[in-house]
T-cell receptor, first 112, second 115 residues
């Protein structure tokens, strides 16, 4: 089993719909992150969490919300999806400060 | 805040030729630097990392990178490209002096290997 699991892997949704992307990890890490990948823009940070009670906005948090249900689970929600939120979304975890991040396989989201 | 610059979104290299991907970082404090690779339809996988132990870092699949503080660079190289090296490569920087301890990524290099 993968260390970081994202569900679903692919999703097509309509404009205005609410959608949730889920992430779970078996690394035992406290730090979890949600990134968005767009062609030519690299990975941009949406939200991050250092523990269950700690949630922080990243550089592009508008239109998104998150929930840290447990140490191992971190979900990303789009309250009202819009077409420019079409992208590849990655969840990642890190252990100690400045260690490498471990990534899920990604969720390809299309908003029509 | 720390950041990285990767020039040239697409890089073409002939099979057997040198692979050179450039990464320059901006950080006011000692950085931790990473190179990741992304194969089609997959997540990011760590190639190598610099954590101040040694300036020349060897990674997986024959890749290596050299940290040069004077040039604020961490360029990735591989002496001989293989078809399997076709992928997207990302440089990233982190720093222990920032409370949020973010991992900031460059825009990536899409590597195409020409037979």
């Amino acid at each position: 089993d993968a260390d970081v699991t994202q569900t679903p892997r692919n999703r097509i949704t309509k404009t205005g719909k609410r959608i949730m992307l889920e992430c779970s990890q078996t690394k035992g890490h406290d730090r979890m992150y949600w990134y968005r990948q767009d062609p030519g823009l690299g990975l941009r940070l949406i939200y991050y969490s250092f523990d269950v009670k700690d949630i922080n906005k990243g550089e592009i948090s508008d239109g998104y919300s998150v929930s840290r249900q447990a140490q191992a689970k971190f979900s990303l929600s789009l309250e009202s999806a819009i077409p420019n939120q079409t992208a590849l979304y990655f969840c990642a975890t890190r252990g100690e400060m400045n260690t490498e991040a471990f990534f899920g396989q990604g969720t390809r989201l299309t908003v029509v | 805040a720390q950041s990285v610059t990767q020039l040239g979104s697409h890089v073409s290299v002939s099979e057997g030729a040198l692979v050179l991907l450039r990464c320059n970082y901006s950080s006011s404090v000692p950085p931790y630097l990473f190179w990741y690779v992304q194969y089609p339809n997959q997540g990011l996988q760590l190639l190598l990392k610099y954590t101040s132990a040694a300036t020349l870092v060897k990674g997986i699949n024959g890749f290596e990178a050299e940290f040069k503080k004077s040039e604020t660079s961490f360029h990735l190289t591989k002496p001989s490209a293989h078809m399997s090296d076709a992928a997207e490569y990302f440089c990233a920087v982190s720093s222990s002096y920032y409370g949020n301890n973010r991992l900031a990524f460059g825009k990536g290099n899409q590597v195409v290997v020409i037979p």
